[in-house]
Structures are given as C-alpha cells and as structure tokens.
C-alpha cells in the first residue's frame, strides 16, 4: 500500500469519526438527532451556528438517513451507492482539513 492511499484511507477514517462523535455529542445535549434540518429555522445566529457543525457531521447525517431510507423506504441500490460515495468523499475532504489543522497547530508531526 503506498502512503498516498493510506493517508486518503486515514483521511476517511478520521472523516466518519469526527463526523460520529458531533452527531453523538449533538444528540447527547440537544436529545434529538442532528439533521439538515437545522438550517430550516430562519435566520438566526442559532441557523448559522448551524453551518460549520453540518460541514464536518454531513457525512453521518448521509449515511444515517441513507440506512434507514433503505430499511424504510427500500431503496435502489444505485441510490444507496451514489450516496456512499458521495459521503465517503465528503468524510475524507473533513478528514483532510482535520489532519492539516492539527499539523498547522503542531499536534502531529
């Protein structure tokens, strides 16, 4: 495995587990599950807030709503894997910044 791919495969890993850990710290204090329906409430700074916590949790909000369209709704499997991808890309673009955050901020080496 060249480094290229294992920094992208980290890249998505770091994505989904950042994206996990600020849906579950939503849920944990809002007790209710974050969505895209957070940008519905009109313009307020609570909608703006709103904004930088659905860049990096979106790709858990994708796949969540994805799994349960697909349990509900059954679903295409075109539509689940066009989903997948788009999250998959997604988590790793959030990964991405993530890990050059921490590298300008001296964390990691």
Do not use: D, H, K
């Not at 007790?31 to 409430?41: M, V, Y």
């Not at 539509?79 to 050059?100: D, E, Q, R, Y």
């Amino acid at each position: 495995m060249t480094p290229e791919t294992l920094n992208t495969f980290f890249s998505i890993c770091i994505g989904f587990a950042l994206a996990g850990a600020l849906v579950s710290g939503y849920q944990a204090i809002a007790q209710r599950p974050a969505g895209f329906g957070l940008l519905q409430e009109g313009v307020a700074p609570r909608t703006f807030a709103a904004v930088p916590f659905l860049v990096f949790a979106a790709p858990f909000i994708i796949m969540r709503n994805t799994l349960r369209g697909m349990q509900v709704e059954s679903r295409r499997f075109e539509f689940v894997m066009m989903a997948t991808v788009i999250a998959g890309f997604w988590s790793m673009m959030s990964g991405t910044f993530f890990l050059m955050t921490l590298r300008a901020a001296g964390v990691l080496a």
